[in-house]
């Protein structure tokens, strides 16, 4: 089987071909017959496990699981106490409403790669970012979260997906491009995962 981390840059698709001449997954990785464990989308940067082991992706990518993801979001303007709560509690997007988020607004800017191209930026307005941990990855859902409360989100980064309450998969160490295969206890993690 096998197991790889991606960060994914902005602007690029979360599989292997694009009629339209947009840089895919096949830009970055020469592995053949991996796909990803969920989604981000085009505009979205962060990391993306890919594998070959259909199991896991279904185990790891569908809600009804329920696997942890983190987020780093950079949203217009500073969301106060009322906005924080309600994506804590869950807003109403489309036709469903979401599940109960970990939301918690951070005092300084985290340390991230720059964007290629970077956000728009307006001086009268100031941005803040965001830490939100979802268990539930619907289509564009934290981009719809923090709309529907009044702050859009400007840039968002995935920075882990929970594998139990002891492990999780993470960026560190790389950097947007990047790709590496998972460590040998990230493995064992997983493999674990799927005698449950």
């Known amino acids: 089987m096998k197991y790889l981390l991606f960060y994914k840059p902005y602007g690029v698709l979360c599989q292997f071909t ?3 001449g947009r840089k895919t997954l096949k830009d970055y990785i020469p592995i053949p017959n ?13 990391l993306l496990l890919l594998t070959d082991n259909g199991q896991l992706q279904h185990r790891l990518g569908h809600r009804q699981f329920a696997h942890p993801r983190t987020y780093l979001v950079q949203v217009e ?9 309600k994506l804590r509690d869950g807003v109403p997007v489309q036709d469903y409403r979401t599940r109960p988020a970990i939301v918690r607004l951070l005092d300084t800017e985290p340390s991230v790669p720059p964007r290629d191209p970077p956000i728009r930026f307006r001086k009268s307005v100031p941005t803040a970012w965001l830490e939100i941990t979802l268990t539930e990855g619907r289509n564009r ?5 923090t709309a529907a409360v009044g702050f859009p989100t400007l840039r968002l980064i ?20 990047d790709w ?10 997983l493999e674990k995962l799927l005698r449950r």
């Open 18 to 20: 694009d009629e339209s």
């Open 34 to 46: 991996v796909y990803s464990v969920g989604r981000l989308d085009f505009d979205s940067e962060g």
């Open 77 to 85: 303007r500073i969301p106060d106490e009322t906005a924080l709560q």
């Open 141 to 145: 859902q934290v981009r719809r979260m």
């Open 158 to 177: 995935r920075t882990s997906i929970a594998i139990d309450k002891n492990s999780r998969l993470c960026l560190t160490g790389l950097q947007p491009g």
């Open 180 to 189: 590496r295969e998972i460590a040998r206890e990230e493995k064992i993690a």
